[in-house]
């Protein structure tokens, strides 16, 4: 009995020795295990899912961007990759749905294009004025008109002079003692001389030995009259010019040349130029002389090209249009972008390099130093190698990106995060209530201060200015509205917009600025226009996002416009007045939205 106790005592305390090895060796491991599992799951629970467009949206799980609409990528995944941390990330879907197109930096020939408009006009040195070597009254023009054909000697005015007339009876008078007064005989003949008669009919007014009342005025050279100054029974001094007689066996063609463009425009450069009433045709000629003056007014010079008129065909007075391929440089090729591929930023041009590794794309802002433009290209001088790839479209996409990204932008060069009236979920902000969606700026409207609301006004006076200039057909002032209005737009303290308001303002006065910096190189009203329809686009968008005006403004759409794709444009009437056809279709177009 004892043994039995004894031996009940010692399985109780195998039993109790077992139960706590056991706890030791597998409760606290389990212990361990759901630690652990909890741990991964609170890190899962910590992962930040972002738009590389947008990050200013936050999620705690995958899916696609609301605004978007491209693939989440974590946010975590991003800073823990061996990639530049300057440069921007972008997936496939982001690259398609922000229209990025890239293309290789090469070499190309430095020749630029100049484009030069003009008119033909009579060669100045072949332009005569046929004078009246005879003082008196016109009593017959044997040319009536402008545009007849005289040659040279032809009789074209009959002139009636008193003077002539005693001049003739000093004549017979002196004729009647040439043997004893031989000196005034010859003087007699002079005086007759001196008024252009020849020889010859100082010899038949002798041997007729009447007095003659009417004397001719012969055509000294051959020519079409372009000009005539008297009329039947006027008065006439001598020397006075009757008629202008211009040859038109040459002529002038004068070609506008802009003050940036001069630099490239030189004596002896090939002008290759059509005309558009002789269709089919093409024309070249070499520069022979550059005006050294500018018009004050047009502030262009001309260059001037000496073309042989055969058959008469070219006319004075006819347009034409012309391009000059200018030489810039000694070497043969020099590395050149296109002029959508650069942003510029006041002082700084940029550009945006992408990158690829097995991480995905990544684009990286880089300065630039400009050249020349070529016409639709930029020589670069510094900040680019033969064979890097750049963003040649979409570009202000990508900058709007790494803005919101805390990454180097155009408006942010050192990078870092853009400063908000709101936060976008970094800092200790917990995952698990992300900050609310933003909505699309350019259709939900925000509330700006007044002083934003008057920092505006020029804005839009001087937009309103382009869109009546270009309705009027008016390129000078046209340019002149398109040139304030980016000088306008350039004055904006962008500090005024606080909040979603700060990126709906950073987005649409960007994509001004980015079409308005072309302007130098505009030249005609086509152009102009094209640029007005991408700036309308980002002025309406801009006051359906902020309503800056008291009054009420209309949408009005032209479907005409861009190959019949149609246009819109801002207005304060309610009555189409059409800028991008102008007098050709004024009325052409429909309101499709008020904005009060």
């Known amino acids: 009995m004892k043994m039995n106790k004894k031996a009940m005592i010692t399985g109780i305390g195998a039993l109790i020795i077992g139960l706590l090895a056991g706890w030791f060796l597998f409760g606290g491991s389990g212990h361990k295990i759901v630690d652990e599992h909890e741990h991964g799951l609170e890190r899962t629970d910590q992962i930040i899912w972002t738009c590389s467009m947008h990050p200013q949206i936050r999620r705690n799980e995958p899916g696609n961007c609301p605004i978007c609409g491209m693939e989440l990528i974590p946010l975590e995944s991003e800073e823990g990759e061996d990639t530049d941390p300057m440069a921007i990330r972008m997936s496939p879907t ?54 007849e054909f005289v040659n040279k000697g032809q009789t074209i005015a009959l002139v009636y002079s008193p003077e002539l007339v005693t001049a003739q009876e000093e004549l017979f008078e002196a004729f009647k003692m040439k043997d004893r007064q031989p000196q005034l005989f010859s003087a007699a003949k002079q005086k007759l001389k001196n008024w252009k008669l020849s020889d010859h009919q100082v010899e038949e007014i002798l041997k007729s030995g009447k007095i003659q009342t009417n004397f001719a005025i012969r055509a000294d050279v ?28 040459k002529v002038w063609v004068l070609f506008d040349v802009y003050e940036s463009d001069m630099p490239w425009i030189k004596k002896g450069d090939v002008v290759e130029f059509i005309i558009p009433s002789l269709p089919g045709e093409r024309f070249q000629g070499p520069i022979i002389y550059l005006d ?169 006076s001087q937009y309103l200015n382009y869109k009546d200039a270009l309705a009027a057909d008016n390129l000078e002032q046209a340019f002149e509205a398109a040139s304030l209005l980016q000088s306008r737009l350039s004055e904006i303290d962008m500090a ?36 007005f329809q991408h700036v309308s686009e980002a002025m309406i968008a ?35 007045i059409n800028p991008y056809f102008g007098k050709s279709m004024l009325t052409c177009g429909e309101v499709t939205m008020t904005i009060n």
């Open 292 to 460: 050294p003056v500018i018009d004050p007014k047009t502030r262009v010079s001309k260059a001037r090209v000496e073309i042989t008129n055969h058959e008469l065909r070219l006319k004075p007075e006819m347009f034409v249009s012309g391009t000059v391929k200018a030489e810039l440089h000694k070497q043969a090729d020099v590395i050149a972008v296109p002029a959508t591929a650069v942003m510029w930023t006041g002082k700084r041009s940029i550009v945006h390099v992408k990158t690829e590794s097995d991480k995905g794309v990544h684009f990286k802002m880089r300065e630039v130093t400009l050249g020349p433009f070529l016409g639709e290209h930029y020589i670069v001088e510094q900040g680019l190698r033969k064979g890097e790839e750049i963003a040649v479209h979409g570009t202000f996409s990508i900058d709007a990106a790494a803005q919101l990204a805390g990454k180097p932008s155009m408006m942010r060069p050192e990078g870092g995060p853009e400063m908000t009236g709101h936060d976008h979920g970094g800092g200790d902000k917990p995952a698990s209530h992300p900050e609310p969606e933003p909505e699309q700026p350019a259709i939900t409207s925000q509330v700006i201060g007044q002083k934003a609301k008057d920092a505006l006004q020029p804005v839009y």
């Open 94 to 147: 982001a690259m398609q749905l922000a229209s990025v197109r890239t293309a290789l930096v090469g070499e190309m020939a430095p020749v630029k294009t100049v484009r030069l408009n003009g008119k033909v006009q009579a060669d100045q040195r072949l332009v005569f004025s046929q004078s009246s070597h005879i003082p008196g009254r016109i009593e017959n023009l044997m040319v009536n008109f402008t545009g």
């Open 496 to 531: 005024l917009f606080t909040g979603k308001s700060h990126d709906a303002w950073m987005q649409h006065s960007r994509d001004m600025e980015n079409r308005l910096q072309h302007l130098p190189h505009l030249k005609t009203i086509e152009e102009l226009r094209k640029t």
């Open 542 to 576: 801009l006051t359906l996002a902020f309503t800056p005006l008291d009054q009420t403004l209309y949408v009005q759409h032209c479907p005409m416009v861009d190959n019949n794709k149609g246009a819109d444009w801002l207005s304060l009437d309610k009555e189409i």
């Open 222 to 249: 051959a020519g079409y009259v372009t000009d005539k100054l008297v009329n039947h029974g006027d008065y006439i001094q001598k020397g006075k010019a009757v008629y202008q007689i211009t040859d038109l066996s």
